[in-house]
């Protein structure tokens, strides 16, 4: 999609740090990072946020579990009570979104507190 930010990293028209390509979703960091390990993980094919992806329920699981597979891949899966991670979809600006690709945040590195302060 022309004038979206994540459609022209996909595209390498933006450079990115990237850390995983399937053949649905790219991975890479986080430009503002929140946590030591920050990283945006965005389906391939442009939708608007994660409610107009839902409708595509295979698609939707795709992101959900390739965004999974990258928290393993940097060593982010929860072992006993150490480490673990956090992933999070803010839809709609009201709810933080900036940026209207649909992308899922993995957050890790630290603790976090819940429900946030
Ligand atoms: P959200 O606010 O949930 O829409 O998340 C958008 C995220 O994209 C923010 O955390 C930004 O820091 C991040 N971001 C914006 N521009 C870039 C970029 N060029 N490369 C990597 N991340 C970016």
Redesign the pocket.
Known sequence: MSNC?FCS?IAGD?P?DVVARTEHSLA?????P?APV?V?VVPLQHSADVSELSADHEATGQLMADAASVARELGLAPQGDQSGFRL?L?TGAGA?????HT?V?ILGGRDFLWPPG
Request: proline fraction near 0%; hydrophobic fraction near 50%; charge should be negative.
């Open positions: 930010l990293i933006i990115a890479f960091r986080d430009i503002d929140q920050h945006l999070v803010n933080g979104q900036s940026v209207f992308h945040h």
